[in-house]
Every structure is written in C-alpha cells, then in structure tokens.
C-alpha cells in the first residue's frame, strides 16, 4: 500500500512541476500586460520622472516581460520570492501570515459541508418515491441557487445581528493576542492550553464557514443520493437482502462504501473551488485570510502578492485533487489491484 501511494504522488509531482511552470508563465505575463502602473500606486504624485525610472528599475519593472520573469523564477528556485510594492515587506512573509488562515476556514467549512451533505443525502436516499423525496429535491436545488457571499449576508443578519449568537468579524476577539507558533490559531491555542482564545476562534469562524458549507453541501447531497441509488441496484445489494440484512445495515455498511466514492472525488475537486471561494466571504466577514490579501493587493496593484496569492491557490488545487486520487486508491480495492 505505501509503496503504491509513493507511486501515485511521484506520477503526480512530475506532472504538478511543469504544471505549475505553466501556470506561473501565464499569470506573471497577464498581470504585466495589464493597462497599470503599479509603481504609480506608491510614488508621490510630486516625483520627478527620473525618481519614477528609479524606482521601476529597482523593482525590476524596467526589463522586457521574458528578462523579468527569469530573473523572477531564478530566485524563486533560490528561494527568494521578492517584496511587495505596496506592503514593503517579503511577499513569502505575507502569504505565510495569512494563508494558515485561509486553510482553516476552507477546513471547516469542508467538514460542515460533509456533515450537512452526507446526513442530508443518506435521508433523500431514505425517502426516495414518496412525497418527501419531491421537498428534499426542491430544498436542495434551492440550496444550490444562493451563492456563499448571499449566505454570508443572510447569516450575519439573522446569527450575528438578529439574534447575536455569534461574532462575525474577524478571526477572534479584540481582547486576545494570538501566540505566534506556527499561524494555525487552533493548533496555537491547544499548544498554550489558551482555552479561552480557542473559543473565541471557533466562534469566530462558524459563520464564515458555514456561509462555505451551505454553498457547497447540496451538490454533496445530490450526488450521495444518487451514486446510492445506482449501487442500491447491485447484485450484491439484492443477495445481502436475501438473507435478511435490514435495509439500514445494508446501507451503512454495504452500499455506502461504494457509493462514497464519486462523492469523495466530487469533494475533493470542489475543495480547490471552496478555497477560491473563501476570497468573497473573507470580505464580507473582515476575515484575515489569503482572499484578503489577494483583494488588498488587487488594489494596490501589487503585482508581486498577486502573482504569489494566485500560484498558492493553484498549489492547494493541485494538493487536494492528489489526497484525493490517493484516498480513491485507499479506499477502491479494484484500483489497489489494478
């Protein structure tokens, strides 16, 4: 088994490493051609022309687009990834400070979204071919037509407002400040033992995360409810029926361990969507994550960050869709042997 799972991540690294060249090529060279001036962004308004020549030379952005991107992913093999413009700091530095962020929110709102998807889709599974079937069909259509920035909204007026149940700006409470271990503000706080500060963490990113999951759970549903309904037709569905197995037992631990599977892959290349999706949601929530960033630097036409925050999104993308081809192994014996 572990020597098959070597296998898969090597086949996976050696296509992910040109893969990513590529992408690096597009982007560098889309955001250059791009009708700004990023240096206009900083400089004084007052600056003479020759102090603006200056400072474009000194970020590099004198040289022909080809000269730039080489000397650009020269260092980055070397491990320099260069500063922002704007920010005047290491772009490694700023995605570092809040990528641990965005991750736990895209976690979190995986986990509500399967818990919702996987409890929602076994009971549309359950009252297929009676009337409840046609509700749970309409509920989860509706579900899939408000994006997560509407549910964001909806549930900071009725849980944060309407009802202040719970807090949504933010990462946690005013009144903490977060020990610096490794950025993951749960991890940090159960290394300290600060109980305190992770409930205000958890408190924090409920809502958030929710707004995620309530986006992501009804195509969990449908496609659960489905791949059950396509394997509940099997003939070792029919003979475990024959000798009187209930319909539960046969569905918990029969059917679902195949019909689990399409629904894996769907959550596994949807996760690089949630992650791109936590951009709107940690707007709304003043959630200091990557999507922040991104934003922050679009506006500042920090092209650096930008460039940076983009690559780190595709490598997420890239991750989750190989933890997930290695799980289908894990869990397919078919593919085992194959």
Known sequence: MLRLILAILLRRLIVVIPMLLVVS??????????????????????????????????????KPI??????????????????????????????GETLPATIELALFALFFAVIIGFGAGLYM?????????????????????????????????????????????????????????????FLDAIITADGPLLWSALGHIILPALALALAFAPLIMRVLKSSL???????????????GISEWRILLRHA???????????????????????????????YPGLGNLMVRAIRNTDLPVIQMAALTYCVVVLASNTVVDVLYVVLNPKLRKE
């Open 25 to 62: 090529v597009m982007i560098f060279v889309i955001l250059r051609l791009l009708p700004v001036d990023p240096i206009a962004m900083i400089i004084s308004p007052t600056a003479l022309p020759h102090e603006v020549e200056a400072t474009r030379a000194f970020h590099g952005l004198d």
């Open 66 to 95: 080809p000269v730039q991107y080489l000397i650009w992913i020269g260092n980055v093999f070397s491990g320099d990834f260069g500063n922002a413009i704007s920010f005047r700091v290491s772009v490694l530095n700023l995605v």
């Open 125 to 185: 599974f359950h009252v297929r071919g009676t009337v409840r079937e046609t509700v749970t069909d309409v509920f989860s259509i509706a579900m899939l037509s408000f994006p997560d920035f509407l549910w964001a909204l909806i549930l900071i007026l009725l849980v944060g407002v309407q009802w202040a149940i719970l807090p949504f700006t933010g990462r946690y409470g005013p009144e903490f400040i977060a020990p610096d271990i490794t950025g993951f503000i």
């Open 229 to 243: 309904t396509e394997v509940m037709t099997e003939d070792y569905i029919t003979l475990a029926r024959l000798r």
């Open 256 to 286: 679902l361990k195949n019909g689990v599977l399409p629904t894996l892959t769907l959550v596994g290349v949807q996760f690089g969507f949630l992650f791109g999706g936590t951009l709107l949601v940690e707007i709304i929530f003043a």
